[in-house]
């Protein structure tokens, strides 16, 4: 018998449609497949083929800078194309990515097939949030809270599975990762309803782009937001350099998936009976200041004592995971919001573009005060960032209100299927249970 947290789950994610519960399907398969490879490649790369450090950096920054770089242009093309064959082609690119990882052992080979798993996030990764917004309608802040519940669990699933596989063969982690990722696109293919929002933009991209960039308060929040891109990920820099020890940090990602798959609907129900969007986004965002004083305090007061490092580290983490499971669902929604329901993805894939630009920028800062100065301001300069997030985001809602937005503002979409695959006609897609 499943534990009544669990029962609630199960209850909230069957009174969504069929559409939106398949896109959580999709978001903790898309995270197990890359999480059962991604942590490992490195170690293939250096050891099991001989590769310079340098060619190793560049393979997963190739990776990296091919997804960040591309995430407008992916948005773009899931506003156009619409969201469901947008979100199957970065299906399919990403199988073909990992399989390719499997046989190659040259750069160029290797770097195509980096490029490829970069571009396929691209392209789903705005196409299935904005299909999740309009498939939600009105209850879009409780999906993205289920959503994040799901993209975790990927997240925790993925190593240790990879883990297993990779004791065999790190070839075999791959070919697992690519089926995965190919059994998703068929199941996509013919189950996920398709999404229209409308009419297609009828301009050319560069007007769409520029209608997106001029959505001032849009930009606004999201150089606001981006900042707290930078903090959380530290969990995957500042943090793990803190620790050094391998096994430590593998526990540091383990606690934070399990706060956040435990914690996050209760969370956000919490959240949502007390506060506004902008209310709890800034509450989260202050959290995450606070996350990194217990650091201060140990690297100012007791830098050589391992057992309060260790506790001052999962402090941080424990603090990061609650400030992001807060702010997640509303920071999601606002995005929609702001968008007024037109070029959704696009606006999703510049809103990821600019916080790829702030964790680059942040984490070379990061990096320069950790070489350079006491850890202890190092972990001040952070916590003030955190503020500096909190109060533009507090000021932003004081001289636009942002509370007055709601998910009323954005456009109900169309889904429709071809006949081989089901009926569903526009307008036949309300969810089981619309109202909150």
């Known amino acids: 018998m499943l534990p009544e947290g669990e029962c609630l789950m199960w209850r909230r994610l069957r009174s969504f449609d069929r559409s939106v519960q398949l896109l959580m399907l999709n978001q903790l398969t898309i995270n197990v497949g890359f999480y059962m490879l991604m942590p490992y490649l490195a170690g293939h790369l250096s050891t099991g083929l001989g590769m310079a450090a340098w060619t190793v950096g560049l393979v997963l920054g190739v990776r990296n800078l091919s997804q960040q770089g591309l995430f407008l242009l992916g948005g773009t093309l899931a506003d156009r ?136 308060l849009f930009m606004l929040f999201s150089l606001a937001m981006a900042g707290s891109y930078v903090l959380s990920f530290q969990m995957y820099l500042a943090l793990p350099l803190a620790l050094g020890s391998s096994g430590a940090v593998s526990l540091l990602f383990v606690v934070s998936a399990v706060v956040a798959i435990a914690g996050q609907m209760r969370i956000t129900d919490w959240a949502r009976r007390r506060w506004t969007a902008p209310q709890a986004i800034t509450r989260g965002l202050t959290l995450m200041a606070a996350a990194f004083l217990p650091m201060a305090l140990h ?29 997640y669902p509303f920071e999601m929604d606002t995005v929609v919001a702001l ?58 809602n004081r001289r636009e209100q942002l509370a007055e937005l709601t998910p009323q503002t954005a456009q109900r979409p169309t889904l429709s299927r071809s006949p081989s695959a089901g009926s569903v006609q526009a307008g036949d897609t309300e969810h089981n249970a619309s109202a909150r």
């Open 299 to 327: 690297a100012a007061a007791w830098p050589h004592s391992a057992t309060l490092r260790l506790g001052a580290v999962l402090a941080c983490t424990v603090m990061l995971t609650v400030a992001t499971t807060l702010t």
């Open 81 to 216: 194309l619409g969201y469901k064959p947008v979100i199957i082609v970065g299906c399919l690119l990403r199988t073909a990515g990992f399989a390719l990882l499997a046989f190659v052992d040259t750069l160029p080979a290797l770097l195509a097939a980096s490029a490829m798993t970069g571009f396929a996030g691209a392209l789903f990764n705005p196409a299935v949030r904005a299909y999740l917004a309009h498939g939600a309608g009105e209850r879009r802040l409780e999906a993205f809270a289920l959503f994040n519940v799901f993209y975790q669990a990927g997240i925790l699933a993925g190593p240790l599975i990879g883990l297993a596989l990779v004791s065999v063969d790190f070839r075999l982690v791959c070919l697992v990762a690519a089926t995965v990722f190919a059994l998703l696109t068929v199941l996509q293919l013919f189950a996920l309803p398709g999404c229209q929002t409308g009419s297609p933009p009828t301009g050319g991209v560069l007007r769409d782009w520029r209608s997106v960039v001029a959505n001032r």
């Open 339 to 396: 968008s007024g329901g037109r070029l959704v993805a696009t606006h999703y894939g510049l809103y990821n573009t600019v916080a790829g630009v702030g964790i680059t920028l942040g984490n070379l800062l990061t990096g320069a005060l950790l070489d350079t100065t006491p850890r202890a301001l190092t972990w001040l300069v952070l916590s003030a960032l955190g503020l500096a997030c909190a109060l533009a985001v507090e000021r932003l």
